[in-house]
């Protein structure tokens, strides 16, 4: 009995490989699978989780209450500072997706809480996000090969709305991203 169940398990596991499509209900459905899954079946739940939360903070973005970075740049939460100058703040991602992976943020929000936002004002500390990603790249000694990313929007997974440049690197990053 036990040995249908898993051919029966592994029969639905194959034809998921061969249509991706369903493996969106495999993060609904509860199924007994076996534990040498490929990596991109396990992630399923994750990223969709992603993409509840960023639906969340989409939600919330126009509120006006602090957000964690501006707690970060309060000093009121802790984080690991690889740059900072008057303008903007850089630091380590809790949650790294590469051997480096720095954030860097302006200081003062200023209404540009996502890059679809931007205002002919904010030039000036856009150009300077982007001379800070840099300064990081090169102090992580990743100059010769990193990637810059702006998620904007909820269906790109932006999940804070205080606008940030992600600096990965470290690795031999692959393409097309995402």
């Known amino acids: ?72 740049i309060s000093k009121e939460i802790p984080s690991t500072i690889v740059y900072e100058d008057e303008k903007v703040l850089a630091f380590r991602d809790i949650n790294p997706q590469a051997p480096v992976h720095v954030l860097v943020i302006p200081k003062l929000r200023d209404g540009l809480t ?3 936002k ?5 030039v000036d500390i856009l150009g300077h996000l982007f001379y800070a990603a840099k300064i990081v790249a090169e102090k992580e000694g990743i100059l010769d090969g ?24 470290g690795r031999q990053l692959k393409w097309p991203p995402g």
């Open 118 to 122: 931007a205002e002919p004002r904010h």
């Open 146 to 169: 990193f990637r810059v990313v702006i998620n904007n929007g909820p269906t790109a997974c932006q999940s804070v709305y205080h606008l940030h440049l992600h600096v990965l690197g």
């Open 1 to 72: 009995m036990a040995s249908i169940q898993v051919a029966k398990s592994l029969s639905l596991i194959h034809n998921l490989w061969r249509n991706s499509s369903k493996i969106r209900s495999l993060a609904t459905t509860p199924t007994l699978l076996p534990l040498n899954l490929p990596r991109r079946l396990c992630s399923v739940r994750a990223k969709s989780d992603e993409e509840a939360a960023a639906k969340v903070a989409a939600a919330n973005a126009d509120s006006g209450g602090p957000t964690i970075f501006d707690k970060i």
């Open 114 to 116: 996502q890059l679809g």
